[in-house]
């Protein structure tokens, strides 16, 4: 099982377009991370006024629930990208060369599928809250504009895929050890010299200066 990975990057097209890419990921994943904040800040003001001065937040089970569908997808091209998520590799972590980065393009391909899918039918339904005019129970809060967010991150998780399937794609045409755009999967010795490095605040640029 693998939840850790790199990024090579070079001067490329597909690399340059996978780190520009990466910069809306990224901006995105902190607008998840504001968003968490906002709702603890929320539950905050939501229990202290309601046990000091017996006012609850008007609407807050509303506001929890929209954002939670807002914050749950704006991070998974984040996550996607650097290979965070949590797999099962007892197969693949035995493939080397070509037939590695054909297993990798398979389930990327598959992936890409799904998502397209996924992010189809997302959109449909958006578009039906959007022209009912859906909203809360409570404080009738509209709901289109949280699942509009749902087929947005889906179609940056696409691109996203899309991106490592033309990776996977050149690899298997090179048989580069190291393709360019594509999580590299780190075992746990590497994981524990970088997370080790990180710590101990070593720095290569600076040769090795603490």
């Not at 998840?32 to 309601?50: E, S």
């Not at 189809?120 to 509009?148: C, E, Q, T």
């Amino acid at each position: 099982m693998s939840s850790s990975s790199m990024v090579r990057e070079d001067n490329s097209g597909l690399s340059r377009l996978d780190r520009a890419l990466f910069s809306i990921e990224s901006k995105l994943a902190l607008v998840g991370g504001l968003i968490i904040l906002a709702l603890m800040l929320l539950a905050v003001a939501q229990i202290l006024g309601r046990k000091l001065f017996n006012i609850p937040v008007p609407g807050f089970i509303d506001w929890v629930e929209q954002s939670m569908a807002v914050f749950a997808f704006v991070g998974v091209a984040y996550c996607h990208r650097l290979g965070g998520h949590i797999r099962m590799d007892i197969v693949v972590s035995h493939l080397k060369g070509r037939l590695l980065w054909a297993s990798e393009l398979l389930s990327s391909l598959i992936m890409l599928f799904l998502i397209t899918a996924l992010t189809y039918g997302s959109w449909l339904h958006f578009m039906r809250a959007f022209k009912n005019g859906d909203s809360s129970i409570d404080i009738a809060l509209p709901l289109w504009p949280a699942k509009l967010m749902v087929p947005l991150a889906l179609s940056i998780l696409a691109l996203r895929i899309l991106i490592h399937v033309i990776g996977y794609a050149r690899a298997v045409i090179s048989g580069e050890s190291e393709p360019v755009a594509v999580p590299l999967i780190e075992d746990a010795a590497e994981q524990a010299a970088h997370e080790a490095e990180h710590v101990s605040g070593f720095d290569k640029e600076n040769g090795g200066k603490v």
